[in-house]
């Protein structure tokens, strides 16, 4: 365990790779405490208590109604359905929720598998941003309610 996180965490985790991300999400809660329900928090395996990725919300509902998702794997435990996992249940939180119009997921061009994966759900490509972390993504876009 890290000192702030009630659950051990692999060094992918707490590495320099999502060291950013939980950095930016913790200045949104502090700044924004009703944002907490919606950001990113860690992908667990109950069966086999482990951590092995983040997931979330990248903030609540925007004023359109538009939600932006995002997931990553701890390279480890990569390829056991981890992702599919975590995207159903952040799809399936999205359509609950009466605010929430539009899911969105930011993918970078090289990542075919995170492609593969979110156009088995429906995501269409809506365009492209640059994200100075990331560089260039493609954005991806589906109804909240398309079940």
Known sequence: MTATSPVPLTAYLTGSDR??????RGRQVAADPGSAAWVTGIIWDRRHLLAVGTAGYHGPPDTSGMVEIGY????????????RAAL?????????????????VTISPGNTASYRLASQYGFVKVGEQ???????????????DRR
Do not use: K, N
Not at 72 to 83: C, F, I, K, L, Q
């Open 130 to 144: 640059w994200d100075d972390e990331d560089g260039l993504e493609i954005i991806y876009e589906i109804p909240a």
């Open 72 to 83: 990553a794997v701890d390279p480890a435990h990569r390829r056991r359905g981890y992702a």
């Open 19 to 24: 060291r950013g991300l939980w950095q930016r």
């Open 88 to 104: 159903e249940s952040l799809l399936a939180r999205a359509a609950q929720e009466p605010q929430v119009r539009t899911v969105r």
